[in-house]
């Protein structure tokens, strides 16, 4: 696994429950579906089947992988449009490269995460690199989508990389979990992605047999998708396994707690957990546009017909094509 590491004993920790903590309990454990997107590259649907007065900011996250590529198999997007959200990236294994119409764009690479504010709207394209298809390799990461507020929905769009040298890194009470955050408060410390929706985003590693307790806003509500590695959830101790989500009800505080004992795959149960203030406005969602209402959609997708989210620039990145 590629995803930033580092020693516990040595990062400033998160603080253990106290008297008059609330832990939330779990409303529901989840298995999202499967499928393909773009070019055809594997995904779990991770927030499908939830109703979204528990996912509000979020509309969708899909797993990408994790899968081990042959030779000229990777696959990724090509060129198309969005308008009305941020789309956030983060890659544990693989590489990405990205470009868009309104001049962002880079490689994504291992423990890295960019976030990119659609907003107004704009062209981007997301595919790996020659090197990749060529040779194949492992990849897993995840894309999610955060809505933004009526008030936001046209703002100018924006490219912020995250390095994975940025992340603010965490351990658990007792140094048995690694946190790395990518957006957001935990405890007090505050992650290097600047959101419009006010959100937290972290990926946790809880090493066999520990658990992680962690301080949550109460405002936010509260999302763990496992996946890799198995164990436990909530103040009932649930079981949890790759592939699922927890959704939290209210509360401050979050439990969750590795198994003993892992698979051969991991070590460690492996987490993204987020959670956001709820915008509380309609929301509708077509493709690749994320609006208030259904005319604004329609507006949206005359305006991409009409070439005004963005033309495609001379020099445009183009999905790689295997040689022979």
């Known amino acids: 696994m590629a995803a930033v590491t580092a020693d516990t004993l040595v990062l400033p920790r998160v603080k253990r429950a106290g008297l008059g903590d609330t832990e939330r309990p779990v409303l529901a454990v989840s298995t999202g579906p499967t499928g393909f997107e773009g070019e055809g590259f594997p995904v779990r649907r991770t927030l499908a089947g939830i109703d979204y007065k528990y996912l509000d900011p979020f509309i969708m996250m899909d797993h990408m992988g994790e899968v081990d590529y042959a030779a000229g198999e990777p696959r990724g997007t090509n060129w198309h449009p969005h308008r009305g959200f941020e789309t956030v990236t983060y890659l544990i294994d693989g590489q990405f490269i990205h470009q868009d119409t309104h001049g962002g764009g ?118 763990a998708y496992v996946y890799a590695g198995s164990g436990s959830v909530g103040p009932k101790g649930e079981p949890i396994h790759a592939g699922q989500l927890a959704v939290f009800g209210a509360g401050d505080r979050i439990t969750l707690a590795a198994d003993a004992t892992q698979d051969s795959r991991t070590s460690s149960l492996e987490v993204i957990l987020l959670g956001g203030e709820p915008i509380g406005e309609p929301m509708v969602h077509y493709g690749p546009f994320v609006m208030n209402t259904r005319e604004e959609l329609q507006q949206a997708l005359e305006d991409y017909q009409r070439g005004r989210l963005g033309i495609i620039p001379p020099d445009a990145i183009m999905p790689h094509v295997p040689r022979g």
């Open 106 to 223: 880079g490689v994504i690479k291992e423990g890295s995460t960019q976030w990119m504010t659609a907003g107004a709207g704009l062209l981007h394209i997301e595919t790996p690199p020659e090197k990749l298809v060529e040779d194949g390799g492992l990849f897993n990461g995840f894309q999610l989508w955060v809505n933004l507020p009526a008030a936001d929905k046209f703002v100018a769009p924006a490219y912020q990389p995250v390095e994975a040298s940025d992340l603010l890194l965490l351990a658990s009470e007792d140094g048995g979990a690694l946190l790395r955050v990518i957006a957001g408060e935990v405890d007090g410390h505050v992650g290097p992605g600047s959101t419009h929706t006010p959100i937290t985003l972290l990926h946790a590693s809880i090493a066999a047999g520990a658990q992680l307790s962690l301080p949550w806003q109460p405002t936010y509500n509260a999302l």
